[in-house]
Nanobody, 125 residues
């Protein structure tokens, strides 16, 4: 089992920044690729970004490219999502998720078998 706890969400004005953190515990953190997803009210959960177990490869949704950066610190068992130039449409609950390193990075939720409880991000106009 892997336990994931997100933090860092909050209310920010459009154009502002937030950094989300996801602390992992349980199994060996470096055995997992990590992803961030988000879900707005009435919408399906969507892929935001992912990073391989080593941090060597990252993948982003088109709508966050150039604005968001995913990173990880395996010594701290933590994955981060730096969000800059935030827009009101970025408002959502953000979830981190873990998938075995055996899978290639995927925008699909299906390889991710561990999920955090989510953290709310609200961007005001």
């Amino acid at each position: 089992q892997v336990q994931l706890v997100e933090s860092g969400g909050g209310l920010v004005q459009a154009g502002g920044s937030l950094r989300l953190s996801c602390a992992a515990s349980g199994r060996t953190f470096s055995d997992y690729n990590m992803g961030w997803f988000r879900q707005a009210p009435g919408q399906e959960r969507e892929f935001v970004a992912a990073i391989t177990w080593s941090g060597g490869i990252t993948k982003y949704a088109d709508f966050v490219k150039g604005r968001f950066t995913i990173s990880r610190d395996n010594a701290k068992n933590t994955v981060y999502l730096q969000m800059n130039s935030l827009k009101p449409e970025d408002t959502a609950v953000y979830y981190c998720a873990a998938a075995s390193y055996k899978y290639i990075l995927s925008p699909s939720p299906s390889p991710y078998n561990y999920w955090g409880q989510g953290t709310q991000v609200t961007v005001s106009s």
